[in-house]
Every structure is written in structure tokens, then in C-alpha cells.
């Protein structure tokens, strides 16, 4: 049975300190800056998406919109948007002007954690984070890496990098 031919993301992910660097078909590694992007936050680029409020009044399914819902959902995106924006991939998604697809990603994000998301959407949620470069194997596969804070790494000091919590956004969504 044939394999397939080469596709992205089979085999194994690309190592940064391999000993081979030096061919001309490899494509080079970015460093991100470890502090992140700290440039001017875009705009968030989508309109405010309109929730419903579904109830049953004499046996008939009445669907209206709810401000109230509406208003929770657009802090919470325009929340996670801001947190996203002061990651080190930023920076390539600002020279890349990925604007939409990070915003599609935020969108889609916070549908997917209510109960009743689908298992598609959370699937496709975690193809966009690979690539959008926002988990391990998706920044491997757009060569990212993040930068070394060579003085704490002489001194035997662990690394850290910026970690960001959703808890805020999702108390938002209730």
C-alpha cells in the first residue's frame, strides 16, 4: 500500500540544533522574541456576533437576541484577542498581517469551550492552533522557536516562558 507521498506534519518535527543545517532546501528558523510582541495591538476585525436567546412561550419556539449575551461574548473576545496579540508569535503574525485568521481563531475558540460545541469545531479549533503556530508542533512545523535568555541559562536558571490564563475569558462567558 503506497504511503502518500510526503505531507505536512508526517514524519518527525524539524530540530532546530541538527547537525545538517546547512542545506540549501531547509528553510531557516525564527527566533521570536521571548518578551513578545510589542508592537500596537490591531483592531479586533470582525463585527459583534449577535447571540440568541431561545425559549418556548404557548408550545412555540420564540428566538430572540439577548444584548446581554452579546455584550459577555464581545468583552470576551476582544479579551483573548489582547492576550493573544502580546504573544512572541504575534510578532510573525503582524509581518504575516494575519489579522482575520487570528480573529477567525478567537471566534471560533470561544465557541468551542461551551457545553455544546461540537466535536468539529474543537477539532478544527486545534488545527487552526498548529497552524497559527500557537502550540509545539505547529510552531515546529513553521520553524519557530523562542528566543533564550542566554544570562539566566548561564546561570543555571530555568527558562520561562510568558504564560497567559483564559481563565478571565471564560469567566466572562459564564
Not at 508526517?10 to 540549501?24: E, H, W, Y
Not at 449577535?50 to 446581554?68: C, I, L, S, W
Not at 539566566?152 to 510568558?162: D, L, Q, S, Y
Amino acid at each position: 500500500m503506497p504511503s502518500g507521498g510526503a505531507r505536512r506534519g508526517s514524519g518527525v518535527a524539524p530540530d532546530p540544533n541538527a547537525l545538517r543545517r546547512d542545506r540549501k532546501d531547509d528553510a531557516s528558523w525564527v527566533t521570536l522574541p521571548i518578551e513578545g510582541f510589542q508592537g500596537e495591538i490591531p483592531e479586533f476585525p470582525l463585527p459583534r456576533a449577535v447571540q440568541f436567546h431561545t425559549y418556548f412561550e404557548n408550545g412555540k419556539k420564540v428566538t430572540e437576541p439577548d444584548a446581554d449575551e452579546t455584550a459577555g461574548v464581545w468583552d470576551a473576545e476582544i479579551e483573548l484577542w489582547d492576550e493573544l496579540w502580546r504573544r512572541p508569535q504575534a510578532v510573525m503574525w503582524s509581518k504575516l498581517r494575519m489579522d482575520f485568521q487570528i480573529a477567525a481563531y478567537v471566534r471560533a475558540f470561544l465557541e468551542s469551550v461551551r457545553s455544546e460545541a461540537s466535536a468539529g469545531l474543537k477539532t478544527a479549533v486545534l488545527r487552526m492552533e498548529g497552524e497559527l503556530g500557537l502550540s509545539l508542533p505547529g510552531m515546529h512545523s513553521l520553524r519557530w522557536k523562542f528566543a533564550e535568555d542566554e544570562v539566566a541559562v548561564k546561570r543555571g536558571r530555568p527558562v520561562a516562558v510568558p504564560r497567559t490564563s483564559l481563565d478571565d475569558v471564560l469567566d466572562a462567558l459564564g
